[in-house]
């Protein structure tokens, strides 16, 4: 005869087995995220999730909404980036549109280019690795020179044409961080 005591650690599996179950089940939707957690979030159907403004109507205040991009990301899908992630990596939850214009930045890329960052954190070098191949920056380059000669690195990223002009919009801003733009794979 079984005792209560036996009957617990299979009645304690048979929860997590739901609990599990219900959590695969639920979908992540960018839609549905709340925006201090929308912005470097990738959607069930791996596509980048990312903060959008947008006005009720004329003369209403502006408000921000999290919005599903074109943009997908290859190998990863049901991500929200960790709070040590953003903070190792120095980007912001927070920014309308993502833009390649953050890696003129030196104390950025200096982040970015982190061995915490780069190493620890594939969804935010992903997305920067493909913005950088978008104005013809091979981002493990950067990075190499950021480690060694950071004022090089930014002369260099200069001449590259990075800087050649202001993106027009948001979604031009996610286009650009295409895989398809991207020479080769990002680092993993």
Do not use: W
């Not at 990738?42 to 999730?49: D, H, I, L, T, Y």
């Not at 290859?74 to 939850?93: Q, S």
């Not at 920056?137 to 690195?153: G, S, T, Y």
Request: net charge negative; with cysteine; aromatic share 6%.
């Amino acid at each position: 005869m079984a005792t209560f005591s036996s009957k617990l650690p299979l009645a304690a599996l048979f929860l997590s087995s739901l609990l599990l179950h219900a959590a695969i089940a639920r979908e992540l939707v960018c839609e549905n995220l709340p925006m201090d957690l929308c912005a470097f979030a990738v959607s069930s159907s791996g596509k980048r999730c990312l903060v959008e403004t947008y006005q009720y109507g004329e003369g209403s205040a502006v408000d921000y909404q999290c919005r599903t991009s074109e943009v997908v990301v290859e190998r990863l899908a049901d991500h929200i980036e960790t709070d040590e992630c953003v903070m190792a990596c120095g980007v912001d939850r927070n920014s309308v549109g993502i833009s390649s214009d953050a890696l003129l930045e030196p104390q950025f890329t200096a982040k970015l280019c982190s061995k915490k960052c780069y190493n620890g954190c594939p969804n935010i070098v992903d997305l920067y690795f493909n913005l950088a191949a978008g104005e013809g920056v091979f981002l493990p380059d950067l990075c190499e020179m950021q480690r060694k000669n950071p004022h090089r690195a930014m002369l260099e990223l200069l001449s590259s044409g990075a800087a050649s002009g202001p993106v027009s919009s948001t979604s031009e801003t996610f286009e650009a961080a295409s895989p398809a733009a991207a020479p080769a794979a990002a680092p993993v």
